[in-house]
Structure formats: C-alpha cells, structure tokens
C-alpha cells in the first residue's frame, strides 16, 4: 500500500514539474519563433526595398536609354535637315553659277553683236567711200572727157580756120621741119587720202591720157 502511495507521489510530483517546465519551454519558443519572423519581416522588407530601388534603378535606366534614343533620333534628324539645307545651298550655288555662266555668254553675245555691228558699219563706210571715190573718179573723168573733147573741138576750129603757112625761106631744103610741141594738160584730183594726177596729150585733134599717178595726199 505505501509502495503504491509512494508511486502516486512520484507520478503527481512529475506531473507538476511538468506542468512547471511546459510553459517555460513555449514561452522561450514563441520567442524564438518571434525573433525569426521580425528577422523575415525585415528581410522581406529589405528586400522589397531592394527591389524597388531595382525597379527605379531599372526606370531610370529606362528613361536615361529613351532620352539617349530620343537625343540620337533628334541628332539624326537635325544631320538629315543640315544635309538637306546643304544639298539645296549647293543647288542654289550651281543655279546660281548657271545663272552668272548664262549672263556672261549673254554679254559676251552682245557685245559680239556689237562688234559685228560696228565693223559692219566699218565696211559699209568703206564700201561707200568707196563707191563715192568711183562716182567721183568717174565724174572727174566725164569733165575731163567733156573738157578735152571741147579743147578738142576749139582746137579743130581754130585749125580750120588757120590758112595753111608757107615754108620758111630761111630753112635749108634739105633740113626737115621742127616738130610742134605737143600741147599737155595735167588735172589732179583731190580723193580724201589720195591724190590722182592724170596727164592728157593733143595727138590728132584730140586729148588722149598719156600719163597717170597716185601718190598719198599729205593734206
């Protein structure tokens, strides 16, 4: 009986240290527990604010990419506009170089024409001094032809009316009779640089040219 009282006691003294250490020991694992889950809290929460600063990081890369590709994108298109402005200031340039070419060969046509013009009017002045040193050589010779044939006619005249001498006396038979002189006349005729002398001879009754020169007039 007092074996089985003894083992009750030890049963129920076991038991009540149990019931002692049970709380104790949840306690110490709920703190355990406790700590680990701040730990994983503040990991998470570490780690969430890594990964938003990732993501902005990330953003930020984004935006730094667009706004280069947007730079690049401006820059191309501001080299597309220079070279366009090039192109067209070059087109520019050769039209106006066409032009400056097209106005020169113009100017140089005209004054070609006007060369052309002016010795045109060169040889036409000419030709007419020329033709007006012909008509008056011919007038000149008209007179002289009309003045010879009236000294001619005169001449003729005054023969006719002259009765034929009879031989000197005082001549020898056998010595022959000294020639007249022939009767001469010289005209000169003035022709702007020139000057033409033309000598005319009494043979026969009539004036006939016997001699001509042209010499520069000095005038």
């Known amino acids: ?41 503040e990991q998470a929460q570490k780690e969430r604010e890594e990964w938003q600063k990732q993501q902005e990081q990330a953003q930020k890369d984004r935006d730094d990419w667009q706004k280069q590709q947007d730079w690049l994108a401006q820059a191309q298109r501001d080299r597309e506009q220079a070279q366009k402005e090039r192109d067209e200031w070059y087109k520019q340039q050769e039209q106006a ?9 113009q100017q140089d046509w005209l004054a070609q ?3 052309d013009r002016e010795q045109a009017q060169r040889d036409r002045d000419e030709w007419q001094k020329q033709q007006d040193w012909l008509a008056q050589a011919q ?28 031989r000197p006396a005082a001549v020898p038979p056998n010595r022959p009779l000294a020639a007249d002189q022939p009767r001469t ?9 020139q000057v033409t002398r033309v000598t005319f001879v009494m043979r026969d009754g009539s004036w006939r040219v016997s001699g001509r020169s042209e010499t ?4």
Request: no cysteine; glycine share 2%; aromatic share 8%.
């Open 97 to 105: 170089q066409k032009d400056r070419d097209d106005w020169q060969k």
């Open 113 to 115: 024409a006007q060369r």
């Open 185 to 193: 006349h010289t005209m000169t005729i003035y022709n702007s640089d």
């Open 139 to 166: 007038r000149d010779r008209e007179d002289l032809a009309k003045w010879a044939a009236e000294q001619g006619r005169l001449r003729q005249e005054e023969m006719n009316q002259v009765q034929p001498a009879a």
């Open 1 to 41: 009986m007092r074996i089985i009282s003894l083992r009750i006691f030890i049963a129920v003294l076991g038991l009540s240290v149990l019931w002692l250490v049970v709380p104790f020991a949840r306690s110490a694992d709920d703190s355990d527990w406790l700590a680990k889950a701040q730990r994983e809290r």
């Open 216 to 219: 520069p007039s000095h005038r």
